[in-house]
């Protein structure tokens, strides 16, 4: 074993970054054994320096990150600190100074990804990301490494754990959506802001990233389409139980049937009980990949926290590590094909669709013609009527996205409807 030490720059000390230093320190030679050297937690960046920080000598915090990736003999910069700025511009510097990356945030990979790896490229060194998405699940090795002489067809997950907590209290308990957060929050589930989950702009993060490296393509935060969770009812739930499904927020990259082009799509929608993702109970993640030799594979676990996320950094430690003893680099970046990304019209898949109507003989026969009109193919009507007013739920065969916009901008102009209660996809069969 080489006795010289790896140096490692820990930028970021909160809830992943504290987990790590005191994993590197606590496994310290089971690290070095597995490595085939030992690793040096050289400096630690942080905000706020007078906190006390266990188990870290006080010697090595500092609050200039830039210096400390500065310094000149770093061999792994380790990112968690979060957000856009000033991360990039300490990964770049990074790469300048000749360090490999590990990094877990995912809002900037998103947004910045192609960049970030040609600066890796350019310098010759790694950038690691495993634990940007669904935290401790190894998901971005087996699709780039184990997966790669697969081809990825569809990935299907459920990759934000807060969302998941939420939906999941208001289907066993019949809580609203409000009632939910309120409890999610309370078990420090859900942030105080809690807009990136619920709005589902984490998950959409996820998805460009799992989309571009599960097709080899480049998906942009922006190519994404993205629905939030905040108007899922307990009514809603209440349908989903009469067809035997339940609803959860989904990240779905696909690739089209003739395969000349991806969508990438985060929104909530009505799954099969039978589906493995609907099993998926409190703040767990799981995501679904199908592919064309291997079929169907199911990778599950904790999608965040602290140690969690910190097995997932230290995996990436550990890879980095060994690739720099061996003055090697692991997979780079692989958006090779340059599919084009269509967007949420194109997408084909079948719907669940609430109408208020009135309660009087030729509704049905109405609605049914405007989704005939618009080339959208019924499978079962359920009508409840009381009182002069009735509920119609509709669900249908797959068809696209488009033409089911079309249909419902119909409905709406239609006297006899009242308002469209609600409108969910159908996923998973
Ligand atoms: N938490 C999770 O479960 C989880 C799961 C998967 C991925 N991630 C990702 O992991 C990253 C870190 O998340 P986290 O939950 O650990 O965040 P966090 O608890 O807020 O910690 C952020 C750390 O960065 C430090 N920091 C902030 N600005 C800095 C600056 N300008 N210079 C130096 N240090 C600075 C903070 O210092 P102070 O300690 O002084 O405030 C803190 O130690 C994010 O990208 C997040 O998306 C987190």
Redesign the pocket.
Known sequence: MRTRPLKVAL????????EVARIMTTHADDLAARIGAPVELAGV?????S?V?EGIDPELIT???MALVKRGDIDVVV?????VE??RT?ITTAFEQGASVV??????LAQDGAALHAAAEEHGRDLYYE??V??AIPLIRPLRESLAGDKVNRVLGIVN?TTNFILDKMDTSGAGYSEALDEATALGYAEADPTADVEGF?AAAKAAILAGIAFHTRVRLDDVYREGMTEVTAADFASAKRMGCTIKLLAICERAADGESVTARVHPAMIPLSHPLASVRGAYNAVFVESEAAGQLMFYGP????S??AS??LGDLVAVCRNRLNDATGPGDSAYTQLPVSSMGEVVTRYHISLDVADKPGVLAQVATVFAEHGVSIDTVRQQGKDGEASLVVVTHRAPDAALGGTVAALRKLDTVRGVASIMRVEGE
């Open positions: 930028l970021g000390c909160g809830v992943v970054g504290s960046a942080v905000r706020r320096p906190k920080r609050t200039d990150a990112e968690v600190i979060g957000g000033p991360a300490l990094s877990a945030n995912k809002a900037l634990a940007a669904a935290g754990g984490d999608g965040a926290g602290g969690p996320t997932a950094v």
